[in-house]
């Protein structure tokens, strides 16, 4: 069965990076677009960023454009976010999804079907 399984979340200073993997199995990971997404406490989902599943093309959040930057390494069959430059407003439990198909602008940014169950990351002083 697919699973997801993210990792790498912490407690970071402002300013300071953390580097979050998602490890997939039970699917093709290299023939599938992936997304990053996020829920801050008491707040809705918010997609991060995504990718094509030859890595070919990368999408991002505007809240997040220029500090991270979304990766994969389908011969590991993981997904990494590097997060630079982190913010209090980052704090979220950070979310990975398999989209359903290799890529499309809107299958990164709307059409997922398998989750992971979370990692969280926390900004602040």
């Known amino acids: 069965q697919v699973q997801l399984v993210e990792s790498g979340g912490g407690l970071a200073q402002p300013g300071g990076s953390l580097r979050l993997s998602c490890a997939a199995s039970g699917f093709t990971f290299s023939s599938y677009a992936m997304s990053w997404a996020r829920q801050a406490p008491g707040k809705g989902l918010e997609w991060v960023s995504g990718?094509?599943?030859?890595?070919?093309?990368?999408y991002y959040a505007d809240s997040v454009k220029g500090r991270f930057t979304i990766s994969r390494d389908n011969a590991k069959n993981t997904l990494y976010l590097q997060m630079n430059s982190l913010k209090p407003e980052d704090t979220a439990l950070y979310y990975c999804?398999?989209?359903?198909?290799?890529?499309?602008?809107?299958?990164?940014?709307?059409?997922?079907?398998?989750w992971g169950q979370g990692t969280q990351v926390t900004v602040s002083s």
């Open positions: 999804a398999k989209a359903q198909s290799s890529g499309s602008y809107y299958a990164v940014r709307y059409e997922y079907d398998y």
């Open positions: 990718i094509y599943s030859d890595g070919s093309d990368t």
